[in-house]
């Protein structure tokens, strides 16, 4: 079991990154989705989640209208497209697969919002 997070990198306040989630060993489509994210000394947020039924969707309040979660199930892939990026969301984004007593993370992507 294995999820892979790519596209981070640098952005200018303002700018677009889409974080891709790759999952292998599980169907993201029968799992809670989510991305978590972590800043420097401070704790691990919730981001964004997809439900495994009806693409239910939940959201940050600071990131509400800027960041949307979705899932491609055909690529067994999970992604977090995010707009109007600011420098406090510079963070390590990391994705989550979780079905009842499974719990699967990866390794986390760096996001770096800066001029």
């Known amino acids: 079991v294995q999820l892979v997070e790519s596209g981070g990198g640098l952005v200018q306040p303002g700018g677009s990154l889409r974080l891709s989630c790759t999952a292998s060993g599980f169907t993201v489509s029968s799992y809670v989705m989510s991305w978590y994210r972590q800043a420097p000394g401070k704790e691990r947020e919730l981001v964004a989640r997809i439900r495994d039924l009806g693409n239910n969707t939940n959201y940050a309040d600071s990131v509400k209208g800027r960041f949307t979660i979705s899932r491609d199930n055909a690529k067994n892939t999970v992604y977090l497209q995010m707009n109007s990026l600011k420098p406090e969301d510079t963070a390590v984004y990391s994705c989550?697969?979780?079905?009842?007593?499974?719990?699967?993370w990866g390794q986390g992507t760096q996001v770096t919002v800066s001029s």
């Open positions: 989550n697969g979780r079905l009842y007593l499974y719990n699967y």
